[in-house]
């Protein structure tokens, strides 16, 4: 702040000495309208004072007790007198016109003696913000269970007390022309690969716009590829994952303003890894690693399969469900793609109303969704009870996602995959899938292959990805991103036993 | 970016509208034949005898039996179609039965579109009717209550599970077939009881029909093509050689002189190979692990000397079964073991040809070497 300040008042004039009357004037207006600026004049000792700052965003009892009282107490007035009376810290000067309006706004009380060529100012901001709370949309059984608020402050607090370390950074950036959103790069200094830390800084100072408005929508303006569906940075309200991620060199993005922080750069299956597989037995944890997996293949593919064996390869059908399921879609009067593509929008139809809906009347959506209208839509034979299962065996699948952007781009592409399959039957599905894949490899994630290290492979860091080993055995840290730090520890002296009774 | 979004407009757009191309084949529109019988009639015409499902929400009957007659297997099929609103479709095939006459003029004629077509499952079971493919379906139709198409698949699956039957299946039928030196052999059904039974092995010269053996000799061609596990073995022995070892005196003396055993095969197998290439001397090894379920006369193999004589007794009964079965398959001059294929191998150059070896296979000599060990008794007090 100080080095932006220096380096302003090199470019414009000073506006003092200026009489207190002129000074007023002036600042009214620049707050056409505007009654929260509090202008007040005191003549102490034949000088006249002025003390002025937004009554809403001043601490006005700190403002009473250790700035006003004192200021009339000063024998003779002058900005070195002030300074050094006054018992607040960090209290600084300026003379322009322009820092005085910035600094106003973010809480700032100003004290000008009239005559003097600075303006003495405090910090006395008074900022409200919730208190901090659980996680709301990335829930965990395991770990810790706090979250991020909206406050940066606390935020930055909270990191600081979980990464008690020197080497951890948190470089501040001051995005947007029209309104300054406060941004904080965090990363591990000794260990995350400078190139991506110089592409992030980059990518987040060439940002020309007025105002930053969220989290997703900084990360949106900064990832590699705005056309695919696919997102690109992981998006945390955990501090515990956050925390986790930095120290193992990839970089956090902070907004002010913003429960969420960007984690970059991220993969395809950092979507799919949750801090709990961490916090699980090795085995356990592996397992349910392994099922999301699993789950974002079935939610992908089970739909589309049924409508391409239902309406083109009935040999696909194994014989006892053959019967099954041909009874159960003799009745239905539509094609099966109709079919499916009527359910799986009323699956999305009761997720959004769901999500929609004010939490006491939420409940009634599901048992509306759940009992009521499955078995009502089957009874008038609208669809066939087999694609009911189907239909809500995927849609659970997608809700195995840990990030809920990622869930969402599965149920999306469903439909696409759905249509395919309708029109074409496997060869459309096997067209969807090498669609994907290739659309996937060509993706980026801060100018890192978004499948790595499945491509570029890289034997070292699958056990990191497709499933987790026991701790000794994960002493290296991902080596795709390059860090300059490989090692976490020697992995000699961690399966090493010391017991004291060896 | 227009251009692209042009693009991809136009090209949806024609994706959308030409979609009429590919014909659906919506699993309710559809008849599914599941067996499908072949018999020729007279005039040399085909007649097809298909058990179907058909998925009707007005009709709860889930299957019935359409026939149709015509110069091929299609033809019928097309011919069966216009006595159903159905759409037939070979795809789900599970059984394949064809007439014993009609086995006679060869079948290779009559499967040939299950080869072509690449819907039509390679894993479907052949299998030969006593009399008429007809016959049986509409018998077992009759018969009982049970859905036909499912009751006679599912009759030859099991016993192909228990390796009772070797595997019937259009693959290996074709693979024997193809194989020179190796001839096919189908299972036969027959309907002299009310449901259709499994009768007997039926031999096959290339495609062609010429004899049958009996079904207990299934389990020994059986051995032939693999290692079998968990089958049963049932032997008669004569009495004489364990009167020693009886454990209870028995009352009367005129009690039969011949006991029955039933035994689990553990592990069987064989090998093969060619001892003499001029002499055309061939010698089998076959090995058979087993373990005793059930034995009728109170004999106490725990004896070291009962078990002994009681495994030469079996070794004696098989390899006189398995000199039967070779003498039986040389007279029909089918040679369901493969020992043709042997012959191939070893002989200079390798090319062997079917009619080559027809001349060959009666005159060979086969030594059965018969390994028995019996290695459990059960729990006997």
């Not at chain 2, 919506?26 to 499908?36: P, V």
């Not at chain 2, 193999?301 to 398995?322: G, R, S």
């Amino acid at each position: 702040m100080r080095k932006s300040r220096r380096h302003r008042n090199t470019q414009t004039k000073s506006i003092f000495p200026i009489k207190i009357d002129k000074f007023e004037k002036l600042l009214k207006d620049k707050f056409e309208n505007n009654p929260d600026l509090i202008f007040s004049t005191f003549d102490i000792g034949g000088k006249k004072v002025c003390v002025f700052y937004l009554s809403y965003q001043v601490k006005t009892d700190r403002l009473d007790n250790f700035l006003l009282k004192p200021l009339l107490n000063i024998s003779e007035l002058n900005t070195p007198n002030v300074l050094n009376e006054i018992p607040i810290g960090g209290g600084s000067t300026t003379d322009t016109l322009e820092e005085i309006l910035e600094d106003l706004l973010i809480g700032n009380v100003f004290v000008y003696v009239e005559g003097e060529d600075k303006a003495v100012f405090y910090l006395l901001v008074r900022k409200e913000s919730r208190d901090l709370s659980k996680a709301e949309n990335e829930s965990v059984v395991l770990g810790p269970q706090i979250a991020f608020s909206e406050s940066l402050i606390t935020n930055l607090n909270v990191i600081r007390w979980s990464i008690r370390s020197t080497d951890l950074v948190l470089e501040k950036l001051m995005i947007g022309k029209r309104a300054k959103t406060e941004v904080r790069i965090i990363y591990m200094k000794s260990i995350v690969n400078d190139k991506h830390i110089n592409t992030m800084r980059q990518r987040l100072q060439d940002l020309d716009l007025d105002k930053v408005d969220d989290t997703h929508v900084l990360a949106q303006l900064i990832e590699d590829s705005s056309s695919t569906i696919f997102p690109q940075y992981y998006l945390t309200e955990l501090v515990d994952r956050f925390s986790y991620t930095v120290s193992q060199g990839r970089i956090g993005v902070l907004v002010d303003n913003n429960p969420q922080a960007i984690l970059a750069p991220s993969t395809i299956f950092s979507f799919l890894e949750s801090t709990e597989d961490m916090y699980m037995r090795w085995n356990a944890g592996s397992f349910l690693r392994i099922l999301r997996f699993i789950a974002m293949f079935i939610s992908i593919i089970l739909t589309p399969l049924y409508v391409a064996a239902v309406t083109y390869h009935y040999e696909l059908i194994p014989p006892r469900e053959l019967i099954t399921i041909g009874q159960s879609r003799a009745i239905v009067p539509f094609p099966p793609i109709i079919e499916a593509l009527f359910l799986e929008f009323l699956i999305e139809l009761l997720r959004e109303a769901g999500a929609r809906l004010p939490s006491k009347v939420g409940q009634t959506i599901g048992i509306v969704g759940g009992v009521i209208i499955g078995q009502a839509v089957v009874q008038a034979g609208l669809t066939s009870s087999i694609l009911i299962i189907v239909i809500a065996f995927s849609a659970l699948a997608s809700f195995t996602a840990p990030s809920y952007e990622m869930g969402t781009t599965v149920r999306v592409i469903r439909f696409p995959m759905i249509i395919l399959a309708g029109m074409f039957g496997l060869i459309g599905i096997m067209y969807g899938l090498c669609f994907l894949v290739i659309h996937v490899l060509k993706l980026k994630s801060l100018g890192e292959p978004y499948l790595s290290p499945i491509y570029p492979f890289r034997w070292d860091d699958l056990n990191k990805v497709l499933f987790r080993p026991p701790y000794a055995y994960q002493y290296k840290r991902f080596l795709s991103l390059r860090p300059k730090d490989l090692f976490r520890f020697k992995k000699s002296e961690a399966i090493k036993k010391h017991d004291i009774d060896e | 970016m227009r251009n692209i979004l042009k693009l991809v407009v136009l090209s949806l757009l024609l994706i959308t509208s030409l979609t009429g191309c590919v014909q659906t084949k919506s699993i309710e529109d559809l008849a599914i034949i599941n067996t499908r019988g072949v018999d020729i009639i007279e005039d040399n015409k085909i007649e097809t005898t298909l058990v179907i499902y058909k998925f009707d929400s007005q009709n709860q009957e889930l299957s019935s039996i359409v026939s149709g007659e015509g110069r091929t297997i299609k033809g019928a099929r097309k011919n069966a179609n216009y006595k159903t609103s159905f759409k037939l479709t070979p795809g789900q095939i599970r059984l394949e039965m064809f007439g014993k006459e009609t086995a006679k003029k060869g079948l290779l004629s009559y499967i040939d579109t299950q080869i072509r077509d690449a819907r039509v499952s390679d894993t479907m079971y052949l299998a030969l009717s006593e009399t008429t493919a007809k016959d049986v379906i509409i018998q077992t139709q009759e018969g009982s209550s049970v859905h036909v198409g499912k009751y006679l698949y599912e009759l030859i699956e099991q016993n192909v599970k228990d390796n009772i039957i070797p595997r019937v299946t259009l693959h290996d039928f074709l693979q024997t077939y193809y194989d020179n030196g190796h001839d096919p052999y189908l299972p036969v059904l027959s309907t002299a009881t009310k449901s259709p039974t499994l009768s007997a092995i039926a031999l096959f010269q290339d495609d062609k029909y010429v004899g049958q053996v009996p079904l207990s000799d299934a389990l020994l061609i059986n051995v032939f093509n693999k290692s079998i596990e968990n089958a049963t073995l049932e032997v008669q022995l004569p009495m004489q050689p364990f009167k020693k070892y009886l454990k209870s005196e028995r009352l009367d003396e005129n009690d039969e002189d011949t006991a029955h055993a039933l035994m689990k095969v553990l592990r069987g197998n064989s090998k093969s190979k060619i001892t003499n290439q001029q002499n055309m001397q061939f010698q089998t090894e076959i090995t058979f692990n087993v373990t005793m379920l059930e034995l009728s006369e109170e004999i106490d193999l725990k004896k070291p000397k009962a078990k002994e004589i009681f495994e030469e007794e079996v070794k004696k009964i098989f390899k006189k079964q398995y000199e039967q079965l070779f003498k039986n398959s040389q007279e029909l001059n089918s040679d369901p073991f493969g020992y043709g294929t042997i012959y191939r191998i070893n002989k200079h150059g390798g090319k062997l040809t079917d009619k080559e070896w027809r001349e060959k296979f009666p005159d060979i000599n086969v030594d059965f070497k018969i390994d028995f060990t019996l290695k459990g008794h059960g729990t006997t007090p």
